[in-house]
């Protein structure tokens, strides 16, 4: 089956500057990588994914980057805002399957 | 407004109680899951579902069980609860027509067995 590597698991950064956080994935059948955000006391909540035939996805401060050949796929926010401060997750899903495997989680903490 | 609630969302319990986790949706979703989430912030998924009367247990093995005897409605249920199934769950539901396979997360249920 799929296996989602997530690093680092701790992220500390000053306010404003950027944060990058990488997963990896094993099975080359996956084709849709999500990633969620979860705020304290709340769900995980998505807030950026990218497919297989694209490689890079940009959505205002956040980005997503996608290299199919060394499996790997990254999280990218820029100018982080104390309220960016949060638990991350990357995902995998191979075509078909409706049951992502998630990586480990960071979390990641902008210090005002 | 479409969403996914649970209740409760905390509950704190004697050990050998019997409890059921709510999960209900209102987006018409067919696919629900329940994860399990570690204090070390790790999903693992206990069940899923993908329509009314399928249920199927997942990468981890819980004594919970679960029903889908409605689309919108997928309570968890732990007949004895014991201080191992101390953790927090969380409900989600995806949608399989169109664009994949974005899960919606409810905002979970905090379980303590005492």
């Known amino acids: 089956g799929e296996n989602v590597e997530q690093h680092p698991s701790t992220l500390s950064v000053q306010e404003g500057d950027s944060a990058v956080i990488k997963c990896t994935y094993s099975d080359s059948a996956s084709n849709y990588f999500p990633w969620y955000k979860q705020e304290l006391g709340k769900g995980p909540q998505l807030i950026i994914d990218i497919r297989s035939n694209v490689g890079e996805k940009k959505d205002q401060r956040i980005a997503v980057t996608l290299n199919k050949t060394a499996k790997h796929f990254s999280l990218h926010i820029t100018e982080t805002q104390p309220e960016d401060s949060a638990v991350y997750f990357c995902a995998a899903s191979p075509g078909g399957s409706y049951i992502p495997t998630f990586g480990r989680g960071t979390s990641l903490i902008v210090h005002p | 407004e479409a969403d996914i609630y649970q209740t409760p969302r905390y509950l704190v319990i004697g050990t050998g109680k019997k409890i059921t986790l709510e999960c209900s949706q209102t987006m018409g979703h067919d696919k629900m899951y329940w994860y399990q989430q570690d204090p070390g912030m790790e999903l693992h998924l206990i069940h899923y579902s993908y329509g009314v009367n399928s249920t199927e247990k997942g990468d981890l093995s819980s004594e919970s069980t679960v029903s889908r005897i409605r689309t919108e409605h997928f309570p968890l249920t732990l007949e004895s609860a014991r201080p191992s199934h101390t953790s927090q769950y969380l409900c989600?539901?995806?949608?399989?027509?169109?664009?994949?396979?974005?899960?919606?997360f409810g905002p979970g249920t905090r379980l303590t067995v005492l």
């Open positions: 989600a539901s995806s949608d399989t027509s169109g664009s994949p396979i974005e899960q919606f």
